[in-house]
């Protein structure tokens, strides 16, 4: 029989940071000194544990597929800035920078990764599906744009419970033509649902250019034949989210209805971990990295405002190193679920 799983301390690492209340009003993208080292932090600790989750794809220590997050951290990052408690967050398979951006802890979120009974489903789930609900985080979901009806749910159990809070629930422009984002839409306008729909177009469903799958590119629009506004919003810039954020949840929490952000992101590596990429130049992929990327420019700002030197950010980053080196530590350690949790965890019905 397995050995008792071993739980990971939550309290390790609280990476949703506390920062300063902002005094600004809704669109607004000015930030407090605070404000930027948080954002900064939260960033490269989600492109630290992806890069790690990587090398252990590539050492056999995680079976599955694993679709990285690396060079979309501003999303995540820049909409979270916004939320509330018990504000529900869900969205699909590439979700461990969401789970890590939630507050959830990387020692759970790896160990999920790896299949081990410490992981956030018991090593049940793997990377495309773990949950907390103490977090507000229902998922990672492996069925294209199955999330956003769910999503969609969230919102409506909010608004029946007579709760202040609102569902963000996040795309991809491959999800962006599903006919039950569609009928979701419809529900969410009909009933005045307060969901914000977040579509990440990091350009390519799969291996597919969003220019050959989609009749129009401008992904924001989706929603116009119910009434839903939206824009298109610079996905690289985690103040530009923040403060696009700030007004579509304020949109959507005064119980004027869902709304549709369209963020202009971009993903370094292939779909998943097995996607060689080849379908888009090596020259396209160097251009976002060397112009374009959200830390590198966060971090540039840093120095600029002298709000942090070069030693302070190494030892940022050499913290967070360590937090994700003894997550990953812990993923390889935690125990194997025991057999009997096959029985566990599942709805019978008579």
Not at 116 to 133: E, Q, V, W
Not at 240 to 254: D, T, W
Not at 299 to 305: G, Q
Request: proline share 4%; hydrophobic share 35%; net charge neutral.
């Amino acid at each position: 029989m397995a050995k008792p799983a071993v739980k990971p301390k939550v309290e390790s690492l609280p990476v949703k940071s506390k920062v300063s209340p902002k005094s600004s009003g809704p669109g607004d993208n000015s930030a407090s000194a605070e404000e930027l080292k948080s954002y900064y932090r939260d960033m490269l600790l989600i492109r630290r544990f992806e890069e790690r989750a990587g090398q252990l794809y590539g050492m056999g220590l995680i079976g599955g597929f694993c679709h990285l997050y690396i060079g979309q951290e501003a999303v995540v990052v820049g909409m979270q800035a916004n939320v509330r408690d018990k504000d529900a967050v869900i969205t699909s398979y590439r979700d461990h920078g969401h789970m890590l951006a939630c507050g959830m802890d990387p020692k759970g979120v790896m160990a999920e990764l790896t299949g081990r009974s410490g992981g956030y489903s018991k090593g049940k789930g793997g990377s495309m599906h773990m949950f907390s609900r103490e977090k507000s985080f229902y998922g990672g979901h492996g069925i294209v744009g199955a999330q956003v009806p769910i999503g969609t749910g969230l919102a409506f159990a909010h608004k029946y419970n007579g709760a202040k809070n609102v569902s963000l629930t996040y795309f991809g422009d491959g999800s962006a033509n599903q006919g039950q984002v569609y009928e979701a839409m419809n529900m969410a306008a009909l009933w005045k649902l307060p969901v914000v729909y977040i579509i990440e177009n990091n350009h390519y469903g799969m291996g597919t250019s969003v220019e050959r799958a989609s009749a129009t590119t401008e992904l924001y629009r989706h929603g116009e034949a119910f009434g839903i506004p939206g824009e298109r919003v610079d996905g690289m810039d985690v103040l530009a989210v923040r403060a696009a954020g700030e007004k579509a949840i304020e949109h959507a929490r005064s119980g004027a209805g869902p709304y549709i952000l369209e963020m202009q992101t971009y993903r370094y590596r292939g779909h998943s971990m097995s996607d060689p990429a080849k379908y888009r130049t090596k020259e396209e992929v160097d251009k976002y990295r060397n112009e374009r990327d959200p830390i590198d420019h966060l971090r540039k700002r840093l120095l600029d405002s002298k709000i942090l030197d070069e030693a302070a950010l190494k030892a940022i980053d050499t913290e967070l190193r360590k937090i994700v080196n003894d997550a990953a530590e812990f993923s390889q350690h935690s125990p194997e679920p025991d057999p009997a949790e096959l029985w566990t965890d599942i709805l019978v019905g008579a």
